[in-house]
């Protein structure tokens, strides 16, 4: 079974400009989440994907959008970057169903905007 | 609005001694509670759920609904327990279109 993977590990962008992050879920899952997790503090819920379609939204501005493709790998991207963009995102799945709402991790990639 | 409350962001304890993470909530329906954990240098995952009632790693955690708590606790702390540690909710159970809310953390430690 191959768990969730991320890349890249590490980003450093400047102010303005746009970023892509990728995600691919583990074995057997169709849901994927993302979050978003600065310094100190516990992941935040950015959105969720479920057959190529986002069907839950956390507290973010447009300019964090994503896509999902047939195989359920992820990508988020993130426009108009800004310095508070600056953190570990995460990326999580899952399968769909009743008694599934446990989320594999992955290990992150961590953005630096400066 | 949901939220996860853990009032420590840092706890130290021998080992032996009993451990007590605390865990509050705030959500107007039935939640789905999650303790997650991070261990140094490794991703995060689950610890335990409150639906499956299980005790993982001597870990255990009661939902007290009257008292909207989570409280993740261990009798006997071990050197290995020392991690950083995530309440978290979801207010969908078993959907989940809403993303799990995590509280900020409490980083365990264990002194020898």
């Known amino acids: 079974e191959t768990g969730v993977t991320q890349s890249p590990t590490h980003l450093i962008k400047t102010r303005g400009q746009q970023v892509t992050l990728r995600c691919s879920s583990q074995?057997?899952?169709?849901?994927v989440s993302w979050y978003q997790q600065a310094l100190g503090q516990g992941p935040q819920f950015i959105f969720q994907?479920?057959?190529?379609?986002?069907?839950g939204r956390g507290n973010f501005p447009p300019r964090f959008s994503g896509l999902q493709f047939p195989n359920y790998s992820s990508e988020l991207n993130v426009n108009a970057l800004e310095l508070d963009d600056s953190a570990l995102y995460l990326c999580?799945?899952?399968?769909?169903?009743?008694?599934?709402?446990?989320?594999?991790f992955g290990p992150g990639t961590r953005l630096t905007v400066l | 609005a949901q939220r996860v409350t853990q009032p420590e962001k840092l706890l130290s304890v021998f080992k032996g001694a009993p451990v007590e993470l605390k865990c509050n909530y705030s959500?107007?329906?039935?939640?789905?509670l999650f303790w997650y954990v991070q261990y140094s240098r490794q991703r995060l995952q689950l610890l335990l759920r409150?639906?499956s009632r299980e005790s993982i790693k001597g870990f255990t955690a009661d939902l007290n609904k009257g008292e909207t708590s989570f409280h993740l606790k261990k009798p006997f702390a071990q050197e290995e327990d020392s991690a950083m540690y995530y309440c978290?909710?979801?207010?969908?159970?078993?959907?989940?279109?809403?993303?799990?809310?995590f509280g900020k953390g409490t980083h365990l430690i264990i002194q020898p």
């Open positions: 999580a799945s899952r399968s769909s169903g009743p008694g599934t709402n446990e989320q594999f």
């Open positions: 074995s057997g899952h169709n849901t």
């Open positions: 978290a909710l979801s207010g969908h159970s078993g959907g989940g279109a809403d993303g799990l809310t």
């Open positions: 409150h639906i």
């Open positions: 959500y107007s329906g039935s939640p789905e």
């Open positions: 994907y479920y057959r190529e379609e986002e069907n």
